[in-house]
């Protein structure tokens, strides 16, 4: 190696990885403790956050100033001096009161994930999940589906982070020569209601679990759609799909292993007409496994919250589909590090 080259590696990605939860946890703390929430009232002097969320004086200005150096608060003056507010998208993204909020993943980041991720290795060594299971707790949508204010926070949160992803599948998406879609876990029935939206002729089913149900018909009544989405409750393990021209997934396939991704495939290769197609919406990961890092990551949070749960790759998919008679696939791009991955019957 020539000293030239020798000069040019330096450590600063290994330090800005490495170092990465010191900025995590400030962004988690900052949403946990809904800074942005009473900024997007109006700007404000430190001392009066203080107050408001109940800080010591010790560390006031290094945490608000960190947040300012990170891009997700704005500032004029210094110190006692100072008043912060939000950044754009903090002030769209991060305030409670607002439909666009996503922080409802980030508070599932900071209050279950985040100690969980501290037995990565544990994870790698076992096998087996490291979350509220490995304590005799329930599993994960167990306990969430057992709490109405906990599911719907889940549900919320989960809507915030997919509603880029929606929008452009709804919009990209070339839904004119389908008449019905069935939305598989269709949650709060966001999917649904973006398709709605966009497309005038589509009637829309979002199909969840029972206690999902209210939930999402409130969703769809708040968007006066109730005429055009049907919210339909089953087991999609145990009932057969309802039949549409198109079923949608999104983020379903990779809490569950190969055998049962297999099979909700297959089911909804039944449920299809022929032309019809499935739309799986997760995080794929590149096909040469080596650019989409989120993706990879996403798969080894499956690990920690699952028993057999993974992020696949789009030939990963392509083989499933094949397998249960689908007769070809395609990627769509959506969002950040998310795709579409379509079959047809």
Known sequence: MDLANKNQINPSKIMQIGMGFWA???????????????????????????????????????????????????????????KYGNSEDSNLFLDKNKPSYMGGILEMANNRLYPFWNDLEESLKTGKPQNETKNGGKPLFEAIYANEDRLREFIHGMGGVQAGNFMKLAHDFDFSKYKTICDVGGSGANLSIHIAKNNSHIKCTSFDLPPVGPIAKKNVENMGLSDRIEVSSGDFFMDELPRADVITMGNILHDWGTDDKLMLIKKAYNALPEGGALIVIENIIDDDRNKNAFGLMMSLNMAIETEQGFDFTASDFNQWAKEAGFSSTSVMPLTGPSSAVIAIK
């Open 24 to 82: 995590s946890k400030t962004l988690l703390t900052a949403v946990n403790l809904q800074l942005f929430t009473h900024l997007a009232k109006g700007d404000m002097p430190g001392k009066e956050i203080q107050n408001n969320l109940g800080l010591n004086h010790r560390s006031l200005f290094d945490f608000l100033d960190t947040l300012v150096a990170l891009g997700f608060l704005k500032r004029t003056g210094l110190k006692e001096n100072a």
